[in-house]
């Protein structure tokens, strides 16, 4: 049994909706805006994801109460396949490869909007979007064209962004030719069509095409902004391609008169647009650039390649195990090659035996650290390291001049201090740890033979109070933690 819904209102278009379907949304969003708050901390991140999943429950069931379009047995029948792929996919997916993960849920959400926008075209009536002539109406034109494309955006760049970081595509930049002008053409091409279809007439066979152009430009828009964008802006492309699936999902509520689906939308775009501005700001990058698809990845598409072998100290994990015993203060500094070598559980584990033998162990977080915000975060979580002991680089960059060891696992870039020193360097004045006024360094690291993705030698190798131990994350860790015995 569904609630009445009474019939469009002549003004403006869309539903009137019964005022408890009205309520509802309005809790679910209530809900939705709870969970955001709770996910902006690791202690309340647990509660954050239960407010959202009640959040999403409220907005199903009322959703499915007030159903028109489809059949309850269709709708059935998309959530569980929805559903089955949702389980089987959370349960073998490993946190190393969650940036992937996130970046293909973004393409659906993209995808989805698409489908649904194309849905409300062709059968506008169903949609209620039309006026007494049976027209769509102007206001739900706009929306439609604007639904499309970011939806199609969202789609084409998440899916090269799934393929550069799963490795599938090289994450270095890929320039072509007169980019700039190709994607502002492009865009100002799909903007014009959106134009000339809100205004269009009576429709026919010239309103389809723009439909379909609008379609089609999008989806190339995507491919073209996303794959000059190097792998070192990968966490800002992430978190960017976050906020579009936002708007493309508001913009499809504007055309169900769904008011869950606005309010969500709203908060993912906008919280994913300030998350993208913050770690540009982390990065040093500008985010218009970062947006507008490659602006200055020549400065960022480095060689790869070490500029020069100059001489450095190699150790073992013997030594590393002696000297870490001695120390009072260690600061750990986790990356992405801490996640490549799934070294989070055996990182506690030393972590562990260090404060059983008095020696205070804090983890450091940068921004940047990792392919996605936060990926730092949920692995050390997963690992269940105390919340206590992991510090932003704003509250913990001042302790390493009183720090014994600061311990480096995988990351690079965001503690070269050329970020500090050398003005040619494309990461020059990117906020970077204080790991040079460490008494010790240990820099754990596979071979000399590579840079960051930065593509910037770095001289924390060579420094004299630095020890490179070369060799897998976890296999080294895993000797320090024998020698510790």
Same mark, same amino acid.
């Given at each position: 049994?569904?609630?009445?819904?009474?019939?469009?209102? #002549?003004? !403006?278009?869309?539903?009137?909706? $019964?005022?408890?379907?009205?309520?509802?949304?309005?809790?679910?969003?209530?809900?939705?805006? &709870?969970?955001?708050?709770?996910?902006?901390?690791?202690?309340?991140?647990?509660?954050?994801?239960? =407010?959202?999943?009640?959040?999403?429950?409220? #907005?199903?069931?009322?959703?499915?109460?007030?159903?028109?379009?489809?059949?309850?047995?269709?709708?059935?029948?998309?959530?569980?396949?929805?559903?089955?792929?949702?389980?089987?996919?959370?349960?073998?997916?490993?946190?190393?490869?969650?940036?992937?993960?996130?970046? #293909?849920?973004?393409?659906?959400?993209?995808?989805?909007?698409?489908?649904?926008?194309?849905?409300?075209? &062709?059968?506008?009536?169903?949609?209620?979007?039309?006026?007494?002539?049976?027209?769509?109406?102007?206001?739900?034109?706009?929306?439609?064209?604007?639904?499309?494309? @970011?939806?199609?955006?969202?789609?084409?760049?998440?899916?090269? #962004?799934?393929? +550069?970081?799963?490795?599938?595509?090289?994450? /270095?930049?890929?320039?072509?030719?007169?980019?700039?002008?190709?994607?502002?053409?492009?865009?100002?091409?799909?903007? %014009?069509?959106?134009?000339?279809?809100?205004?269009?007439?009576?429709?026919?066979?010239?309103?389809?095409?723009?439909?379909?152009?609008?379609?089609?430009?999008?989806?190339?828009?995507?491919?073209?902004?996303?794959?000059?964008?190097?792998?070192?802006?990968?966490?800002?492309?992430? /978190?960017?391609?976050?906020? =579009?699936?936002?708007?493309?999902?508001?913009?499809?509520?504007?055309?169900?008169?769904?008011?869950?689906?606005?309010?969500?939308?709203?908060?993912?775009?906008?919280?994913?647009?300030?998350?993208? =501005?913050?770690?540009?700001?982390?990065?040093?990058?500008?985010?218009?650039?970062?947006?507008?698809?490659?602006?200055?990845?020549?400065?960022?598409?480095?060689?790869?390649?070490?500029?020069?072998?100059?001489?450095?100290?190699?150790?073992?994990?013997?030594?590393?195990?002696?000297?870490?015993?001695?120390?009072?203060?260690?600061?750990? @500094?986790?990356?992405?090659?801490?996640?490549?070598?799934?070294?989070?559980?055996?990182?506690?584990?030393?972590?562990?035996?260090? *404060?059983?033998?008095?020696?205070?162990?804090?983890?450091?977080?940068?921004? %940047?650290?990792?392919?996605?915000?936060?990926?730092?975060?949920?692995?050390?979580?997963?690992?269940?390291?105390?919340?206590?002991?992991?510090?932003?680089?704003?509250?913990? $960059?001042?302790?390493?001049?009183?720090?014994?060891?600061?311990?480096?696992?995988?990351?690079?870039? %965001?503690? $070269?201090?050329?970020?500090?020193?050398? *003005?040619?360097?494309?990461?020059? !004045?990117?906020?970077?740890?204080?790991?040079?006024?460490? *008494?010790?360094?240990?820099? @754990?690291?596979?071979?000399?033979?590579?840079?960051?993705?930065?593509?910037?030698?770095?001289?924390?190798?060579?420094?004299?109070?630095?020890?490179?131990?070369? /060799?897998?994350?976890? +296999?080294?860790?895993?000797?320090? %933690? +024998?020698?510790?015995?």
């Amino acid at each position: 049994m569904a609630f009445p819904i009474t019939p469009a209102l #002549a003004a !403006g278009g869309g539903e009137a909706v $019964n005022p408890m379907v009205a309520l509802a949304y309005l809790v679910a969003g209530v809900f939705f805006i &709870l969970a955001l708050r709770g996910l902006s901390h690791p202690e309340t991140s647990r509660a954050g994801n239960r =407010y959202g999943m009640a959040g999403m429950l409220i #907005a199903v069931v009322t959703t499915l109460i007030t159903h028109q379009i489809a059949s309850l047995p269709e709708i059935g029948i998309a959530i569980a396949i929805g559903a089955a792929i949702g389980f089987v996919t959370a349960r073998r997916i490993a946190m190393t490869d969650m940036p992937q993960l996130v970046a #293909a849920f973004h393409s659906l959400v993209g995808l989805a909007a698409v489908l649904v926008g194309l849905a409300a075209w &062709l059968d506008p009536i169903g949609f209620n979007i039309v006026d007494d002539a049976g027209q769509i109406l102007l206001a739900s034109r706009i929306e439609l064209g604007l639904g499309i494309a @970011i939806g199609a955006i969202t789609f084409s760049g998440s899916v090269i #962004a799934f393929l +550069k970081l799963n490795g599938n595509m090289s994450g /270095s930049p890929i320039l072509l030719p007169a980019r700039h002008l190709i994607n502002l053409g492009v865009l100002g091409a799909i903007l %014009v069509m959106i134009g000339a279809y809100a205004v269009s007439g009576a429709g026919g066979a010239g309103e389809g095409q723009l439909i379909i152009w609008i379609t089609v430009l999008a989806f190339i828009i995507g491919f073209l902004l996303i794959i000059p964008i190097g792998g070192a802006d990968m966490p800002v492309v992430v /978190s960017m391609l976050n906020s =579009y699936s936002g708007w493309a999902a508001a913009a499809m509520g504007f055309t169900l008169g769904n008011t869950a689906m606005i309010i969500t939308g709203a908060l993912v775009g906008s919280s994913g647009a300030i998350l993208s =501005y913050i770690m540009c700001k982390a990065m040093n990058r500008s985010f218009i650039s970062v947006i507008a698809g490659g602006f200055g990845a020549e400065d960022a598409a480095g060689g790869g390649e070490v500029r020069e072998q100059r001489p450095y100290k190699q150790g073992s994990a013997d030594d590393a195990a002696f000297m870490l015993k001695q120390a009072e203060k260690v600061i750990i @500094i986790p990356g992405y090659g801490m996640a490549v070598a799934q070294a989070q559980h055996v990182l506690r584990e030393m972590a562990d035996a260090l *404060k059983a033998e008095g020696v205070d162990v804090k983890y450091a977080i940068h921004p %940047v650290a990792g392919r996605m915000p936060g990926h730092m975060n949920v692995l050390l979580a997963e690992a269940n390291v105390p919340y206590d002991e992991v510090f932003e680089l704003e509250d913990i $960059n001042s302790e390493f001049a009183q720090a014994d060891v600061a311990f480096i696992i995988g990351a690079n870039d %965001v503690v $070269n201090p050329a970020a500090k020193t050398d *003005k040619s360097s494309p990461i020059y !004045g990117m906020p970077v740890f204080d790991v040079d006024k460490a *008494k010790q360094v240990f820099f @754990i690291k596979r071979s000399m033979g590579g840079v960051g993705y930065a593509g910037v030698d770095n001289d924390v190798f060579y420094m004299d109070q630095t020890m490179m131990l070369l /060799s897998d994350a976890k +296999k080294m860790v895993e000797s320090i %933690v +024998k020698a510790l015995d």
